[in-house]
């Protein structure tokens, strides 16, 4: 979503975007004139008059489960945006039994918080882990 | 699920859905920021409407069509900007 006219973002990807995505972008490119939508998001920036890059996880009920704002000169992770939705999507499947501890992943060991886990997180979860 | 749009010499807008959303005056600072904090996770999105864009067509999209489903929102600075 930007605050670019729909005209302007047929052109952006049939021009330029369908050379880097084949096919064009697959989702729909939505456009928020005056940044009436963008003001209710924290992510419209008044002095510039354009959104900065905001990006919302927002999980089958509606419910925002995570966001991220960088401004404009710094693009995102998308691998990062995918493995966040994947950690919520493990943690839904498990209705809240299972949290993922940091540098976690697909494939990775997750944590069952319970009584018996306290004080022995050291055990089950080490440090490299957030980094590999 | 999205409905095809008219298109004509307008530029089609969209805008914020429901009450408490649309009955805040928007042009004093205070209540942007009244607005902005409302955006809060384990919190509801407030719902929206806003004209698209998708493979060659012009649609209509509204957030609570999408409920049942994971969503990524991703707002950016404008198209042919180089990020």
New interface residues.
Partial sequence: MSIDSVFVHKMWDDNELSKMVQGGIPFPMLSDAGGRVGRVFGVFDEDAGVETRGRFIIDPEGVVQGYEILTPPVGRNVLESIRQVQAFQLVRNSKGKEATPSGWKPGKTTLKPGPELVGKVWEVWKTEMAFD | M?EDME?GCA??????VGES?ESQP?KE?AS?RE??????????????V??????GR??S?K??E????????????????F?
């Avoid at chain 2, 607005?35 to 929206?48: L, W």
């Fill in positions: 999205p298109v530029r089609p807008t969209g805008g914020p959303v928007l600072p942007i607005v902005t904090a409302m955006i809060q996770v384990g919190k509801k999105v407030p719902d929206f806003a004209p698209a864009y998708q493979q012009f649609i999209v957030l609570s999408y409920l049942g489903k994971w969503v990524l929102l991703c707002f950016y600075p404008g198209d042919f900007t990020v």
